[in-house]
Every structure is written in C-alpha cells, then in structure tokens.
C-alpha cells in the first residue's frame, strides 16, 4: 500500500509539473510569436518607406473617366439647326444621335469607337459603317468643340459646341 501511495504521489507530482511546463511552454510561444510579428510588421515598414511603389500602380486611362452625354444645336445649311447628342461610354465606344430641327424629321445614328487625347486635348470618333472621323476639342470637362477635318477650329466654333448633360440646366432629349 505504501509503495502504490508512493507511485501515486509520483505520478501526480509528474502530472502536475507537466502541465506547468506545458502552460508555460504556451505561453512563451506565443509570447515569441507576438515578438517576432511585431518585428516583422516593423520590417515591413521601414522596407516600405525607402521603396518607390510607383512601379507597381497600373497607368490611369484617363479615357476611361472621359464619359458622359453631351448635347448641341449645330448650324445646317438646309434647315434651321441640328439637334446632336453625343455619348461617350465607358470602352471607347460612343453614339451620336443627330435630327434635322423640321418638322418629322427622323434621327440618324452613329455608333463607333473614339480616342481621348490628353496631350493635343481632343476627343477623336471614328465611325465603325464608314470609318469616317470627327474631331472635337476639348475646352473644359463639360465642354466640346467640334473641329474640322484636318483638326483645326471651325470660323463659328461657338455654334459647334456640344456640352455635356451636367452641366446644361434645360436641353431636350432624345429618347432612345
């Protein structure tokens, strides 16, 4: 009897110490591990601030912001004014709506695909039927001119200005 106490005290006594060293052994692992996040995030960090992330940013397409529906009343020689609604939309596609201002007179489509130049600040269709171009200066971002086909100003460039719906308090428009 006296031996099993014995043996009993001793696997207690083992049981006991066990546990300590095995709570303890947690807690220094995790107490290692929280250290070395911490000196890792610090890394980071210090790696990050002498870097230049400029490498890693993909180039803004500032085409893609140029988008919008503008709207015009351009001169004509047979009537009194074209109505033009011109939508730039997002993937370089666009649609001008154009109608003769007479009575019934139906409305003419053109669909295509333009360029947004930043450098010669102009906006460039390209028609997808007969891939006929027109271009259009851009004055301000609500705010367009229609230009010549070699690309100058037209002499009434006032009257060639198509503005974009945002901006234009009271327009007519055209339903689709």
Known sequence: MQA???????NLALIFFSTLLTASGFAMAETDFASQERLLKARVKNYEQKMDHSAH?????????????FYGYLPCKDCDGIKATLSLKQNNNYLLVTQPAKESAREFYEKGKYIWDEA???????AKKDLSVRQYRIEDEGTLVQLNSDGTKMPDADDYTLRRSDTVKSREVHIH
């Not at 010669?120 to 390209?126: D, I």
């Open 4 to 10: 099993q106490k014995k043996q009993l005290k001793q």
């Open 57 to 69: 940013l993909k180039p803004v397409d500032k085409a893609l912001e140029f988008h919008g529906v």
């Open 120 to 126: 010669k600040r102009t906006v460039v269709l390209t």
